[in-house]
């Protein structure tokens, strides 16, 4: 008998109370200040209430998701520095930055207009130019067209706008021109230019920063707070462009974001997203700059920070210069880019990743759960299980629960971790049914059909919108077609084909009620030859199935 945990009404009107409140709470207009500090922090959009929160540093909690216009939804993500192949720190970043446009896009069916720079001119590509021999502009082509077919085969969308900062260079001047124009910037002696924190009411409001003065103040600069918009050149082996303040140089690191995002999306944006470690100073640098340029008090609505990536055992993130990564291209040779993104869905985007084989374990079998499920379920839609009645009215009330419960977790600043779990309950209570471990139904017997596809058909639609992109499922099998089509091969066929006579052999094996050893040893030759060609076979009462399997796996024996 199908079980299911029924929600309490007081239960029922606590969500739905909640959820008003929220909204209550969203409508209201103004300021948030800090309640210690006084100081400004967080200004509430005005437009379209959501019913989504999502985590604010500067609050320190949730607040409401307001978009001012739904039907266009900006998003700037931070892109990479092109100076080095990618890895897997740089990898979790933009797959959990995947995942939550996703959310908003496929599930939330918001329309998303994404935007990400290439930084392509940098002082660490300075200093790799020089240490390799290799030009500037010709290595960081070939860094940045690695790093394009990295996200390709993380199946990370690629952004609707990308730029180079090199190619935006009279954009960024102009931009400097502004703040220079409007005295929130200045000219140093060798013709570099600075911003003016002193001149930005608001800066600190992502990261609480001391506004004490150091004892010994930097000569070039007012204050030791103030970062370089544009850096004069220091030796002729550097990019450089002229200016119009007089002095040869390139943009400083954080003006690039501010500018390309500018020239893309203007004086607002709703969305803005890149690792922890951007937050300070490289966001709170950006947000000053755009704050002052147009000449408002908040620029950027929300602030998404992935949490990062850590070796296990070790307490610094993954990263290049202290030489702790680990390649995308090595990590694939063990696991697959779905595993990965298991990964990601299992932690919350804010926390901070352990990585480990056992991390990838725990993910690897996670998604086995899921492709285990869909084969189970499409044998079982086939006859190749025994029909059970089911309680209708329990599976009706928990296929509601499933969805109800998976969107309040998406709509929980977008808790993908809570939001499988809902998933892999359903999964187990039918798979228990269909694989034979219940009794029937005494109450409202039913197949219930339509009902288990209904559920089968939403758990992979919310994987799918998830970026998850092999289940087993048709989809995969198509993909894995594509592949022989052009020798003629249809996969289905010859693998239907290989399962029938194994069919037959295990008729053969059995009949008479003695069983023949030697064709039960054929028989699992069979199924071993088609794992370690990716087909993992399924035997059921009534015949056979299949599934893509994990070609990682050794296999030696098979039942």
Request: glycine share 6%; hydrophobic share 35%; charged share 25%.
């Amino acid at each position: 008998m199908l079980k299911i945990c029924r929600l309490e009404e007081s239960v029922l009107l606590h969500m739905r109370n909640s959820r008003l409140y929220r909204r209550e709470l969203s409508a209201k207009s103004g300021n948030v200040k800090d309640s210690v500090t006084g100081r400004y922090s967080w200004q509430r959009p005005c437009g379209q209430h959501t019913d989504i929160s999502i985590y604010n540093h500067s609050m320190g909690g949730k607040v409401p998701l307001v978009l001012s216009n739904p039907q266009m939804v900006t998003w700037y993500t931070c892109g990479p520095t092109v100076y080095d192949s990618t890895h897997l720190g740089h990898a979790s970043t933009y797959v959990k930055v995947d995942i939550i446009q996703r959310i908003l896009r496929d599930y939330f069916k918001y329309n998303l207009v994404t935007a990400m720079n290439i930084t392509d001119v940098d002082d660490k590509i300075i200093k790799r130019s020089r240490e390799s021999g290799r030009n500037w502009e010709e290595m960081t082509r070939n860094f940045d067209s690695e790093f394009v077919r990295d996200m390709q085969l993380l199946n990370v969308k690629p952004p609707n706008l990308r730029a180079h900062v090199s190619a935006n260079i009279p954009a960024i001047q102009r931009f400097i021109e502004q703040l220079l124009s409007d005295d929130k910037a200045y000219v140093t002696e060798d013709k570099s230019v600075y911003f003016d924190v002193s001149a930005c009411e608001n800066y600190g409001k992502l990261q609480k920063i001391s506004r004490d003065k150091p004892k010994e103040q930097p000569k070039h600069k007012r204050n030791a707070a103030d970062f370089a918009l544009w850096k004069a050149i220091k030796a002729a082996d550097e990019p450089s462009w002229q200016s119009s303040w007089g002095g040869d140089g390139r943009p400083g690191w954080h003006i690039e974001c501010s500018a390309i995002a500018g020239m893309f999306f203007g004086n607002k944006l709703d969305f803005h997203a890149g690792g922890l470690d951007l937050r300070f100073p490289h966001h709170e640098n950006e947000e000053a700059q755009c704050c002052a340029h147009y000449k408002t008090k908040q620029w950027v609505n929300y602030w998404l920070h992935t949490g990062q990536l850590f070796v296990s055992g070790e307490q610094q993130k993954m990263s290049k210069s202290l030489g702790n990564t680990i390649s995308l291209s090595e990590f694939l040779k063990h696991y697959t880019a779905d595993e990965f993104r298991m990964a990601c869905l299992l932690s919350n985007y804010r926390n901070p990743m352990q990585y480990s084989d056992q991390m990838m374990q725990t993910a690897r079998q996670t998604l086995r759960k899921f492709i285990n499920f869909n084969a189970d379920l499409n044998a079982y839609m086939q006859f190749q299980k025994p029909l059970k009645y089911l309680d209708e009215g329990a599976l009706e009330a928990q296929l509601k629960h499933m969805v109800t419960e998976f969107d309040n977790s998406l709509r929980d600043d977008f808790d993908t971790a809570r939001a499988v779990s809902v998933l892999i309950d359903q999964m187990s209570s039918i798979s228990r049914c269909i694989n034979d471990q219940q009794a029937d139904a005494e109450q409202q017997p039913a197949h219930c059909l339509n009902l288990l596809l209904a559920a089968g058909n939403f758990v992979t639609a919310s994987m799918h919108n998830l970026g998850i992109k092999h289940l087993g499922t048709a989809d995969a099998q198509k993909e894995a077609q594509a592949t022989t089509a052009l020798n003629g091969v249809d996969l289905d066929v010859l693998v239907a084909d290989i399962l029938q006579i194994r069919g037959k052999l295990r008729e053969e094996a059995v009949k008479g009620g003695v069983k023949n050893l030697e064709l039960l040893r054929m028989c699992d030759q069979l199924r071993n030859i088609l794992v370690r060609h990716g087909i993992e076979v399924r035997d059921h009462k009534q015949g056979s199935s299949w599934v893509y399997g994990d070609k990682s796996k050794s296999i030696s024996h098979s039942g």
